[in-house]
């Protein structure tokens, strides 16, 4: 049934001006790196709204395939949800980032969200574009990064995020820590700071997959989001041909 209404209009044409894109002669003649994991989550919060009903767990799989040093990369990610319901979510993205030096990039990318489980999919209440442009250095003490985002339907707006990072040695490991903290306009809530994401995970490298854990907390402070802030935790399982 998913798949049936994936073959209807909305998803096909911004499939086919990504591939006229990536039949570049630049970005054909690259080294075309492959890289997957699948991420299962206690709860799906996506800038501060908790996406499924009734705080359900979700897969997260995840396909990226990267052209190269041409610094263009595609991404199909998906969410499914596991209890109770039958929510589906099916994005694809193309990004394209630029190193100007071993401390700044800049990333340009769109990306089309679709979700085929909703009965009126595919038209414009159950799809969406966006687009996002954002900088990051690591020059400065925690990296910081600056995105932007905006949406042309479903959302209609700005969604901007600052992050930050800092990693630190543990017994041979390295434990990642991140605080994020996005303003909105989008989605007909009051404008406002959306969300405040403080996460740590750690990076278990085995024979050939990563396992990540990781524990998320995010303070709402904008009600019409969410009504409480939100705990949750991810387990991600990676594979790379790199």
């Known amino acids: 049934m998913v798949w049936t209404k994936l073959t209807q209009k909305g998803f096909w044409p911004f499939l086919a001006v990504v591939l006229i894109f990536l039949s ?3 970005i054909v003649s690259s080294e075309i790196g492959f890289q997957s994991d699948a991420t299962l989550v206690s709860r799906y919060i996506w800038r501060g709204f908790d996406t499924i009903t009734d705080d359900r767990p979700a897969i997260q799989p995840s396909i990226t395939f990267a052209f190269g040093k041409s610094g263009v990369w595609l991404n199909l990610w998906s969410a499914f949800a596991l209890a109770d319901t039958d929510f589906v979510e099916l994005d694809l993205i193309a990004g394209y980032d630029k190193v100007f030096s071993k401390e700044m990039t800049f990333s340009v990318g769109v990306g089309y969200f ?3 489980s909703m009965s009126h999919y595919p038209d414009k209440n159950s799809t969406s574009p966006e687009i996002y442009a954002g900088a990051s250095s690591s020059w400065f003490p925690l990296s910081p990064a600056l995105t932007l985002y905006y949406d042309f339907n479903l959302g209609d707006g700005l969604y901007a995020t600052l992050s930050l ?11 990642c820590s991140t605080f994020v903290i996005g303003y909105t306009t989008q989605y ?5 700071f959306s969300d405040i994401c403080l996460g740590i995970s750690m990076d278990f490298p085995l024979k050939r997959i990563t396992l990540t854990p990781s524990i998320n907390y995010v303070i709402v402070p904008n009600e019409t989001i969410n009504d409480e802030n939100e705990i949750w935790m991810g387990l991600s399982a990676s594979w790379s041909t790199d």
Do not use: A, M, R, W
């Open 24 to 26: 570049s002669p630049s």
């Open 114 to 116: 679709t979700f085929p």
């Open 165 to 175: 990072n800092q990693s630190f040695q543990i017994k041979g490991k390295v434990l």
């Open 188 to 192: 007909e809530v009051d404008p406002g």
